[in-house]
């Protein structure tokens, strides 16, 4: 299937082509852990994504404005600083940390919280960008598609407090294991970039759960001036 994209902005740089091919991933259940080792093997291929329906409803346009000062927490949530990373997370409280792995050595930096095996908050950071937002959104359509032909994503520019930005929604693997991932890739103004990616099952309630957390988390998220920005 086509990827369904508004046309990027005039400033947007089309997306260079892969110089390596990509190794197909192996398929990940929603309803276990994320070990180190599963973690490695998601990281494949770089960035991925989730479906079209939430940010229709929500997002839609060429140019979605997100908000630029953090929601108030709300007291069944929790904060984590991640000093590696120079973010704070927000996450429901009953979320506990399933994987940690990367750093300046062995970019890009990842933690992941999972909730009873089935919703998952995952945050990824590159001390220097391997690429454009839109271009990542593009890398990890193909991606998902790789699994069985029938990936659907829905890309829609915007910004993050003045950082440029890209939301991201796909469905996936439709047939035998329906998967929604949403992201979104925030590119600074020092050429870091930061991913965060929300994944459940598609079709069922854990979907609906899935949707506002990563709302909310998205709302929440702060991300530190190193300095240079």
């Known amino acids: 299937p086509a990827l369904e994209s508004p046309a990027p902005p005039p400033e947007t740089a089309a997306p260079e082509p892969a110089t390596t091919a990509t190794p197909k991933p192996k398929r990940r259940s929603l309803r276990r852990p994320a070990s180190a080792a599963l973690l490695a093997t998601l990281l494949v291929g770089g960035i991925w994504l989730g479906t079209s329906s939430y940010l229709t409803e929500t997002e839609s346009g060429s140019a979605a404005k997100l908000p630029r000062t953090p929601a108030a927490l709300d007291p069944s949530w929790t904060t984590r600083r991640e000093p590696g990373m120079n ?4 996450l429901p409280a009953d979320y506990k940390e399933a994987a940690r792995e990367g750093g300046a050595s062995d970019p890009p930096r990842v933690v992941v919280y999972d909730h ?4 998952q ?3 990824t950071q590159w001390d220097k960008a391997p690429g454009s937002p839109m271009a990542q959104a593009q890398k990890a359509h193909a991606t998902w598609n790789g699994y069985s032909g029938d990936a659907s994503t829905q890309t829609t520019p915007t910004s993050f407090h003045g950082y440029e930005a890209v939301l991201a929604d796909t469905t996936y693997d439709m047939d035998e294991h329906p998967t929604r991932v949403m992201q979104l890739m925030i590119l600074t103004s020092d050429s870091r970039m930061y991913e965060l990616r929300v994944d459940m099952p598609k079709g069922t309630p854990d979907e609906k759960k899935g949707t506002a957390v990563f ?3 998205r709302d929440r998220l702060e991300i530190e001036n190193t300095g240079s920005d």
Request: charged letters at 30%.
């Open 121 to 123: 908050i995952r945050l």
């Open 87 to 90: 973010a704070t997370l927000a």
């Open 116 to 119: 009873d095996d089935t919703i």
């Open 215 to 217: 709302k909310s988390t």
